[in-house]
């Protein structure tokens, strides 16, 4: 059985994210990306960035993501549709009432 492949830089209708965080998933920074927006290019332009506070990328972000890395410090960069400023769970809980 053939699996679907996410693509994580298809055009949306609703706002996307740019986003750094640490190891530990808080936040550093983010950047509203409006629908309809290359997704594609706000992350270019968030590492571009990134590249020139001294960070390093350590892969291309072909999946949406890539880690940088400064010294001994790392970062996770990624688009994503999740508000990174919304603390609330973000897994299903059937037992939630």
Not at 15 to 21: G, I, R
Not at 45 to 66: D, M, N, S, V
Not at 72 to 96: C, H, I, K, W, Y
């Amino acid at each position: 059985m053939r699996r679907a492949r996410h693509d994580v830089f298809a055009q949306r209708t609703t706002a996307a994210y740019a986003v750094v965080w640490d190891l530990e998933w808080h936040l550093i920074t983010s950047r509203r990306l409006e629908p309809g927006c290359d997704l594609y290019g706000a992350l270019l332009a968030l590492l571009e960035q990134i590249q020139a506070e001294g960070w390093r990328p350590e892969c291309e972000p072909e999946y949406g993501f890539t880690f940088v890395c400064r010294g001994l410090e790392r970062r996770l960069v990624m688009v994503t549709a999740r508000d990174p400023t919304n603390v609330g769970s973000q897994s299903f809980n059937p037992f939630r009432k």
